[in-house]
């Protein structure tokens, strides 16, 4: 068993983020176990837990299930948080990106040698040579492009016909984030943007990023998307916006915020 910065009671009501393979167990009523670990739904040998937080004055614990999941239809991704409450879904980001990081730091890259969790951080070490290793965070920054009265939307290969987001990209090895979305921006659909505005942040554990939004103006270029990439991209009327994201997520609150920044009047 491995705990972060806790000793776990036998007693203690807690609130259970069970991870298996990326996703979250729930109740046939859809709800988090909460109670003491004796009295959890489901129980595997070997199983790893970790402190993430507390959710309503009681402490949240993950539990990585190593077992074969039986009923498929209590599992279920961390995008069923979203609508849960802002707290609640990024606790269970936590817990599924702790749970990715436990599972393959297991070992160390460096010697070879079994990881352990230590109790002072959230952190896995080497004991034999001293290696430490953090769960990883891989920034991706969000930029909605106005133009006029118009937002620039795209669809990734990724994403269904008619449904429409805001351009996005990871960040690569010594650039910031604006020098990122002014890049992303280029490469994905051809155009220049100017007066780069930091909006927000949003955890986004699919598998491990951090949404980072702007609000950015059209400097130039014409649209020519990236093959293989984005297969469509236009400038849309900010009121007459085709399907895009909820405003759960920060691609919906960047368009929702371009709507009332720069919609006609």
Request: glycine residues 8%; charged residues 15%.
């Amino acid at each position: 068993m491995i705990k972060h910065s806790v000793v776990l009671s036998a007693k203690e009501q807690a609130y259970w983020f069970i991870v298996n393979q990326g996703r979250v167990f729930l109740s046939a009523e859809g709800t988090l176990p909460f109670g003491s670990q004796s009295h959890l739904p489901i129980a595997s040998q070997g199983t790893q837990i970790c402190w993430i937080g507390e959710y309503q004055q009681h402490p949240c614990y993950l539990m990585v299930f190593d077992d074969q999941a039986t009923d498929e239809t209590q599992w279920h991704s961390a995008r069923v948080f979203l609508t849960h409450g802002e707290a609640l879904f990024q606790l269970a980001a936590r817990a599924t990106q702790v749970a990715l990081f436990l599972q393959t730091h297991r070992f160390c890259g460096q010697c070879g040698s079994a990881m352990h969790l230590v109790n002072w951080e959230l952190a896995s070490l080497c004991h034999k040579c001293g290696h430490r290793c953090y769960p990883r965070i891989a920034p991706c920054v969000l930029v909605a492009i106005v133009n006029d009265g118009k937002i620039l939307l795209a669809r990734s290969s990724r994403h269904k016909a008619g449904f429409f987001s805001v351009l996005a990209g990871f960040v690569e090895s010594a650039e910031t984030l604006e020098q990122a979305a002014i890049r992303e921006v280029k490469e994905e659909v051809g155009v220049d943007i100017t007066d780069l505005q930091y909006v927000g942040s949003q955890p986004w554990p699919f598998p491990h990023s951090l949404m980072t939004g702007f609000l950015a103006q059209y400097a130039g270029g014409e649209i020519v998307c990236q093959p293989h990439e984005i297969e469509e991209a236009y400038w849309c009327e900010l009121d007459k916006l085709p399907q895009t994201p909820g405003i759960e997520t920060l691609s919906g609150q960047l368009i929702a915020l371009a709507q009332q920044r720069y919609g006609r009047k």
